[in-house]
């Protein structure tokens, strides 16, 4: 079987960790708030997922040329009530 090497992304990924105390319709909402600034930014939304971290509830998974441009996508929706908490871990893709 043959091998395929995926070419490395420029992009730096961020992993958005985060508690929510709301209900599902509440947060299905909040991710379309996030995924339109997504769109209006240019930053890359690559999903939503359950978090098997003891500590989180969930993650967001996004892509973004830089901190800067993930903060100004994420400024244009304000944290709900009901995201408890949250830290944001950037991944830097390395060049080899």
Not at 42 to 59: A, D, P, Q, T
């Amino acid at each position: 079987m043959e091998a395929r090497v995926r070419q490395v992304d420029s992009r730096m990924k961020i992993l958005l960790y985060f508690d929510w105390s709301g209900t599902r319709k509440e947060l299905k909402e909040h991710d379309k708030k996030m995924q339109k600034s997504c769109i209006e930014t240019g930053v890359e939304h690559e999903g939503l997922y359950g978090s098997m971290n003891e500590k989180w509830n969930f993650v967001w998974v996004f892509g973004a040329n830089s901190f800067d441009h993930f903060i100004e996508m994420s400024r244009k929706v304000p944290r709900p009530i009901y995201m408890t908490h949250y830290i944001t871990e950037l991944l830097i893709p390395e060049r080899l």
